[in-house]
């Protein structure tokens, strides 16, 4: 198969009935189905007959009471459910969230590993550090700790977990039954692994996966977290509101890669889309009128307030945003936020609309035209490398997305209309990363 | 259905060879598939068509680089492999061996409650404090805690988790869409659990699941694990090698139970067997020592040695087993090991082949009668509820058990012919677990 054309890529966001807040509320969702697998299994088959690059489930370590009273809280573990979608795909790649502040890197290399193993190279891990003191409460810590020290403990994380991951070489095992030599032992490793945060020794009790090491995913936009996306990630999530704002990132994202002596193409970035999509922007805009219409204030205001790191409820709705401080918590969503807020005048009400759809990704109520105009001109002028689609409502969304909007950049020949290779790395056009045994031979 | 006979549960040992330690040598095993998920769904389905409890997978947190070259080592993560057979399956329970001295309660819990939505109601959690210091290794310890902490510690882990599980109200969740409230926060509670190992406050961020808490199973025998076992364990697994000293341990773990206010029905105790089944005694004798054929004397050694926490190959292979000082590894199978050498007089030669077919738990190489009159003597005879199958050579053992022991043991009216219900609770006569919201209440 000859590619003329640079190929875009697109990452199918899951949740369990849509990016706008007030999804569940809608009648046409079935928020009854929330836990149950068979739910998501139509989802993700949906997405694989498409053919997304990949299924991505974010991830809290936490619920508030009052978001479980006015928001659908609580959701399956995100490598619980992507185990189980490994089990009924074949082709699409499973992204899992897990963060580095609150888990042991021995398991969760295991972890990535095993479902590499069970879904014949599809892993991805979206590596987070969490933001949030409720969080950190349920983890013997009385406040988040502070952000340098999470992304300084996430580099040694994955430094662990990469060394654990090439603890066994491609070639280790030799299952040889009539000499009953399983593995050639000078080809398993130790790690020795001792630092400020981790002492492991190794090697992992799995070997090599197919993909080598999961797909590394990141999503952090601070100073901290684009420092540490251009060391490790090979996929980029992000949040951004204006073209320009893309541009920047997208050029930023490829520099920092460069600068720790990586190729631009080695990191792949994918803005979030929320989409609306209607026969006429008319009609687009009244199911986003529709969906404005569930939410609730209270919650709303709520779910900022935890977002920024400010008791919003003190000023008055019709008001402007407070300067905000400095904040511990997720630094480059709130920069978004105020930058938001400013640049269209919006009061904390109309912000709030302004964020139901998807939180601060961008949202756009439109054609199917429109909609592919937008990721076309957001991939043809390096703001892009493809995108984190995020339906506003789950069922709906998803269908209209595939049936409206895909066709046509299959027809503009930006996306595929077949697998390539079966490793999330093909569908990414991502190397498979040799073993690293600089660190390890000295331990043979 | 009117059921007039006590009915025995069949726990299938899931492994991906076999439990025999030389199981992946022999010829009909396909060791290339030991960490392919399609492997392993072809068993699960078998054991489903034939109704079995449950599949049961166990776990190690470390391989040497010694076992990985004898032994078929490293595996996929129980979680992760039981996740993906959720979703494959309907009916059979699905076992989890997860370690309370390496997690976090609030991963943990968090975890099984998934896999109990996803699979509408199959969890189970096995127990586990973990032995030896090199998967303490793994985990910034220089060796494993004393074996009374890591009980005591269990015991702090498994109060966090139910408290975790009980957080919301089975009827917390009102979902209704007009009114646009989720859950009635009256009956999502926070924990506020500040002990000697963990401070959590809680909620749980997902909802109490279809079983209440997962099936709580435990598989430590010494005093410790008798106690902790008394107190939570609804199922039990153990290693036993006389019938005396199985009725004694029998009546052990339920009169504990009842010291905790239990009914001696409310656990199930589930020795292990590990068969080799002929069409004559013969046939199946000949098939064993096929099997010893292919162990390796300085493997069988390594793994003993690990197992009774001394290095024996210091002593003369044709002499006794020493004296072996107390643990603080495993400390039951340590005693077993002890006393069977004793009493069968072996030397540490003869006593590995004597563990090799299954490490500990009685072995036998007979007919189909023979061993169904076996786990019916055991069973009526007060030393078992029903038992861990443990195959000594995975494909072929376990098609032997399934198309000829089965029957038989269906035949006597002691094993189901449907399930009858759809809960691992329901398959094991187990009572659902009510929330116990008297240490929540004070936090509502
Ligand atoms: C698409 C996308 C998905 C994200 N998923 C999560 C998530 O699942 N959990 C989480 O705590 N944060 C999530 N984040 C937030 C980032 O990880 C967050 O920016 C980071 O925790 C704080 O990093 P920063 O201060 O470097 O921005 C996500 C962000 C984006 C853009
Ligand atoms: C059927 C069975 C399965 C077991 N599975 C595991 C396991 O997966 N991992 C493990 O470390 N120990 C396992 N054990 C060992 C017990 O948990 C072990 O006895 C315990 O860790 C030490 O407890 P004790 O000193 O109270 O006997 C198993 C034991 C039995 C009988």
Redesign the interface.
Known sequence: MVQTKRQLHLNLFLTGMGHHE?S????G?E??NN???SHY?KFAKKAEEAKFDSLFLAD????S??G??????????P???L??????TENIGLIATVSTS???P??VA??FA??D???NGRAGWNIITSGTD?EA????FKKIPSHGLRYEKAREFLEVTSKLWDS?EDD?II?D??A??????QK???IHHKGKF??????????RSPQGRPVLVQAGSSADGIDFAGQYAEVVFTAQQTLEDAQRFYQEIKARATAFGRSPESVKVLPGICPIIGKTEEEAREKEAQLHH?T?TE?SLHQLSNRVGVDLSAYPLDGPLPPLPATDGHQSRTKLIQELALRENLSIKQLLLRLAGGRGHYTIAGTPTQVADLLEKWFENKAADGFNIMPQLMREGLDDFITYVIPILQERGLFRKEYAGTLLREHLGLKRPDTDTINLSAHA
């Open positions: 007030a569940w509320r809608h009648p969702s928020t009854g836990l149950k697998l299994v809290r370590y936490a619920v009471r009052q479980a009273k006015y928001g659908l809280q609580g959701g399956i573990e490598l619980t459910l185990s189980a979608l490994a089990a009924v609150f888990n042991e021995y398991n295991r972890r095993s479902l193993h069970i879904s409720g409460q349920n983890f013997h066994w280790a299952a039954q009539e009953g030599i399983f593995a050639d032992d398993v490793h130790e981790f002492a492991v020794r190794g090697p992992l009790n799995i070997p569930y609730n919650f």
